[in-house]
């Protein structure tokens, strides 16, 4: 088995396995981040309505990240534990029904949300007509074609769990440069391009999420016999029931926690609609900036998850704990240096997005309320990470609801406290220091007791 694992990280010294396994997952997560960031700064300048727009529309295509980390983290996490044991035949029984439950799910989402759109984004119940019909227009086509990001996401993980970041690392960056190119040229119709607007940015969105998929499966096809558990995948084949209840057992929790997560965040997103749309799309803008922060938290969360799958597979549990110490000092840091740059410098941030005066002094003041919680945000999602490699995703999903849905009532209260929609705000960063808090101290009660 050691000829198909990629990165052996059961072995050699922690810092550097870590190191050679998270630095292309955290480099491809600032690829998402530029990705996302992209696509706001070129969106920006048709207006905050057609930011709005876009981002009611996506928060379905949130919505569906939640259903399809069933598959990712199940496949994942137990492809990481059967490399540690040395175990091929399950590890590629587990990446097949992964990839099957993974395209299942990705036809029954597009289905729901292209037969029953309206409804939908009645719910958030937008007072702008313009508004509505870009929230139509993108949800249509990126949920419509989600399947591509599904894959895209499951591919990701298996082949993480296996050692290999290279690979996703490659795909984001050609997807991310496609994205880079097909934005300004079909949001503003520069050239011979049509001028799509919203519909433009979905399009190029999906394009590079396609090419992305190409490029991964493109590695699979290419690599030799025994080097890849994926070359020897047949998603055709039929798999016993017990590896899809497996998988289920341990992603259904995290699936749960993801799908409640992007329900609470709907539920304040309706409540901020009340303050107008640059509200709005102050905190669709606000959310893609701070995934520098998260997306590079998730990212370092993921090597971590393949880290401690292994280790434990290998019943290594002194250097699982000693993984997660350093992990958390660099995680730590990273938040902290993502805290300054949001308190000290909200207003030039603020301004590469949005062009009214108004919308840019919420923008400020979201940016500086929410950047002293990032090092907080960043511990409980590497956190989750090292949780979840060791089977663990119950317990992270009744801690994470728990906190998250903290959230709704605690900016009711702020909010009719005179805060207005900062209360909002602050709701959202004071969940994020306790969960952080709390995801720490779990996963040191849950390390000590493996012995």
Known sequence: MNKTRQLDLTNGPILTTLARLAVPIMA???????????????????????VAGVGVGGMY?????????????????HVAQCCGREDEKA??????????????FGILFAAVCLLFTDPLIYFFQLNDTVTFVHAKIYMKITCGLIIFSYLNLTLTGLYTAQGDSKTPFLANLAGLLTNMVLDPLL????????????AGAAIATVTAQFLVMAVMLAGIFRSQKGTNILKEVNIFSKVSGSYYRSICKIGGPTALQGTIYCMISMVLTRMVSAFGAGAVATQRVGGQIESISWNTADGFAAALNAFVGQNYGA?????????????????????????????????????????EADVVDIAVEYLIIIGLGEAF??????TVGALSGLGRTKICSIISILLTSSRIPLALLLTHAGLGLSGIWWALTLSSVIKGIVFYFTFRHVSQRLD
Request: hydrophobic residues 55%; contains cysteine.
């Open 91 to 104: 590890a590629r029984n587990y990446a097949g029904a992964a990839l099957q439950l993974t395209i299942l």
């Open 28 to 50: 491809s997560s600032f690829l998402g981040t530029a990705y996302n960031i992209t696509d706001m700064a070129w969106i920006g300048m048709l207006g905050s309505r057609a």
């Open 61 to 77: 295509v949130w919505l569906s990240q939640g259903l399809v980390s069933l598959a990712r983290m199940g496949g994942q996490v």
């Open 187 to 198: 949001i503003l119709g520069i050239g011979p391009f049509p001028k799509l607007e919203v």
């Open 377 to 382: 945000l960043c511990v409980e999602l590497m």
């Open 315 to 355: 019943g290594k549990h002194d250097r699982i704990r000693k993984g997660y110490s350093i992990s958390l000092k660099i995680i730590i840091i990273w938040g902290a240096l993502v805290t300054a740059v949001f308190v000290l410098f909200p207003n030039p941030i603020a301004g590469l997005f949005f062009h």
